[in-house]
């Protein structure tokens, strides 16, 4: 996937930030929404051409953090204050830049593991209860029912049987999200 140009904002004097893409203003929120969605972008000062992107993105993670929505633990906090009075500030920015690429390379591990492997059918034992869950349907519905993921019967079943056969697809659907929780 080629690396995309980052999206250039224009502050005009007035503060208004200004998208050159869409040529339409935007906010704080669109930009932090252009990030989220993947997106670099450069903040630049249009009468004066200062790069303004560090101050507008430190703007962005002090808002959320106002509103409540802490990422970062005040020790965490501390710690990055006291770098800027260290001989760790020149080590800091490397050991962030690395730690965020680990963090993101585990969460896109994470995910491309989710989507090749159902996670209950690489459960332990998973076989076996799967097929006792199959024999417990099976003696239930006195063998009118056989389970693959839907049920199919050969005669009318009676209303009791329908009641029990629902209860017991509720119990099943619940033991299936039990289960699929502790994997």
Known sequence: MAKQDPLLIKRYASRRLYNTETSDYVTLDNIAGFIRDGREVQIIDLKSG????????????????????????????????RSYTTQATSVVPQFLAASFELFRDGQSKIVENMSTISPMSSMPGFDALQAQQEAFLKAMTGGLAQFSGTTETTDTPS?????????????????????SKLS
Do not use: C, F
Not at 170 to 176: I, N, P, T
């Open 159 to 179: 209303e009791e049987s329908d009641e029990g056969l629902a209860d017991i697809k509720k119990q099943l659907a619940e033991l299936q999200a039990k289960l």
């Open 50 to 81: 200062d790069d303004l992107t560090r101050q507008y993105l430190l703007q962005i993670i002090a808002d959320h953090e106002s509103r409540g929505e802490n990422v970062l633990p005040i020790n965490v906090l501390n710690d990055l204050v």
